[in-house]
């Protein structure tokens, strides 16, 4: 697993260039979702399950990449799941409990807009979670995440990294947009000041978490463009790669489109 610094932040595209892979990769992730959910065919074998989880700086476009990634695909045929701090009743629960019901069942998909991870991102910074139970998670992620591929879950994990630079320019953009400002708040402001602690808890997320069968996936963030196309092409791999794992078979990607 490589580290934050090792990433190239420089590589960009041209919206001609991005927008031609989107349309190339989105028919191919819509033949594959049809696949995975029985759809093309009557009487076809559903697919394994698909987890996505998208986590980042905040700014870090994971909106966006999500848009696009959902774009070309029927949206009775995904499930997004969207977390933010955890409710009164929530608490009382082990932390892992709310996110069990989102899982998708075989031929489903979901996209977890932030997971389980807040437990050794923001709670452990911002000391929602003692030390004690930071630190046992972990183990518990792993675990959690293992029962579920061995039922034959496939994961696509994605980190959107950016610069503190590219941070600040994307608040201050926000910040000035009456409506985009909303998207603003002071705990943001506040995160800011505390990146080298975050910057050490992801980190240790991304050592202590990466495994086989539900690996990270680092995307380069500072070009919109780039992340977008990235995140749609490494969900697409991962598919491939989980349905050849699991000896599910799929077909070859359709001819591009052609005008009339």
């Known amino acids: 697993m490589a ?5 190239d932040l420089s590589q960009k595209l041209k919206r001609r260039d991005q927008d031609e892979r989107l349309a190339r990769s989105g028919r191919r992730l819509a033949q594959l979702r ?9 009487g076809d074998p559903l697919g394994p399950p698909l987890v996505v989880v998208m986590e980042g700086w905040d700014a870090s476009g994971k909106g966006g990449a999500i848009k696009r990634l959902l774009a070309p695909l029927d949206s009775r045929h995904v ?5 933010s701090a955890p409710t009164p009743d929530e608490k009382r629960h082990h932390y892992l409990q709310r996110f069990w019901i ?24 911002a000391g929602f979670a003692t030390e004690e139970q930071w630190k046992r998670a972990y183990d518990e992620i792993v675990e ?25 320019r994307r608040f201050e953009r ?22 080298p602690q975050y910057v050490e808890a992801v ?12 690996p990270w996936i680092l995307v380069e963030g500072e070009s919109k463009r780039f992340a977008r196309v990235k995140v749609m092409e490494s969900v697409i791999e991962q598919i491939e790669r989980g349905c050849a794992a699991r000896g599910f078979e799929l077909p070859q990607p359709l001819e591009p489109e052609t005008s009339v």
């Open 3 to 7: 580290r934050l610094d090792d990433l």
């Open 34 to 42: 049809l696949v995975l959910g029985g759809k093309l065919h009557d």
């Open 79 to 83: 499930r997004v799941a969207s977390f």
């Open 102 to 125: 989102p899982q998708p069942g075989w031929g489903g998909m979901t996209v977890f807009d932030r997971s389980w991870y807040g437990r050794v991102l923001v709670e452990r910074v």
């Open 144 to 168: 959690f995440e293992g029962t579920l591929a061995a039922e034959g879950t496939i994961f696509a994990k994605l980190w959107l990294h950016i610069s503190e630079e590219e941070q600040l």
């Open 174 to 195: 926000r910040q000035a947009d009456p409506l985009k400002a909303w998207k603003i708040t002071d705990e943001d402001w506040r995160n800011r000041e505390k990146r």
């Open 203 to 214: 980190e240790e997320m991304l050592a202590r978490t990466d495994v086989h069968t539900a």
